[in-house]
């Protein structure tokens, strides 16, 4: 039973924006922290950002500030607002919340 969905992804050119989403259908996490990542092709699955109950976000240091995590309790929805998009955030976006994975959301950046 799939309990994180993701959505939102899609193709983007370089320096534009998308936002992700990720629905916890099941109410599951509203007080748990919350994350996303992200797996390039041919590439390790890497640790994007992270939310917790309370709102504090930690970020991976290629972030550099183009992306905002958040979530919104009322709805069970955690989000990812990514802008100055670039090629190497090409790849497939997951919802992670303990040790519950989404089936994730491709992301494609072109240049």
């Known amino acids: 039973q799939v309990v994180l969905e993701e959505s939102g992804g899609g193709l983007a050119q370089a320096g534009g924006s998308l936002r992700l989403s990720c629905v916890d259908s099941?109410?599951?996490?509203?007080?748990?922290?919350m994350g996303w990542f992200r797996q390039a092709p041919g590439k390790q699955r890497e640790f994007v950002a992270s939310?917790?109950?309370?709102?504090?976000?930690n970020y991976a240091d290629f972030v550099e500030g183009r992306f905002t995590i958040s979530r919104d309790r009322a709805v069970s929805t955690m989000y990812l607002d990514m802008s100055l998009l670039k090629p190497e955030d090409t790849g497939v976006y997951y919802c992670n919340a303990k040790n519950s994975w989404g089936l994730g959301t491709q992301v494609t950046v072109s240049s």
């Open positions: 939310i917790t109950a309370g709102g504090y976000a």
């Open positions: 099941g109410r599951v996490f509203s007080f748990m922290t």
